[in-house]
């Protein structure tokens, strides 16, 4: 698709419905990722998200104030 999808586009809720669809079609005629495998891609995406630099922690305080629970936010 070209440009930028609009909200409330009813041709894009299709396709994305459309893909979720054959998405689960596959994985139930494949077969569902074993244990071990869905739990290395959850450890690749957890390592490819970028720590906050200071400067932004920075900033979102000074937004909402100090964050008071980080474990939450991680």
Do not use: C
Not at 4 to 22: C, P, Q, V
Not at 28 to 34: A, K, L
Not at 49 to 61: G, M, T
């Amino acid at each position: 698709m070209k440009g930028e999808s609009k909200k409330g586009d009813l041709l894009n809720y299709k396709i994305n419905g459309f893909l979720r669809a054959l998405q689960i079609e596959i994985l139930e005629t494949e077969g569902w990722p074993s244990a071990e495998l869905r739990q290395e891609a959850q450890d690749v995406i957890n390592a490819s998200k970028p720590e906050d630099s200071p400067e932004i922690r920075a900033y979102f305080e000074r937004i909402w104030g100090p964050i008071k629970s980080r474990e939450l936010h991680s």
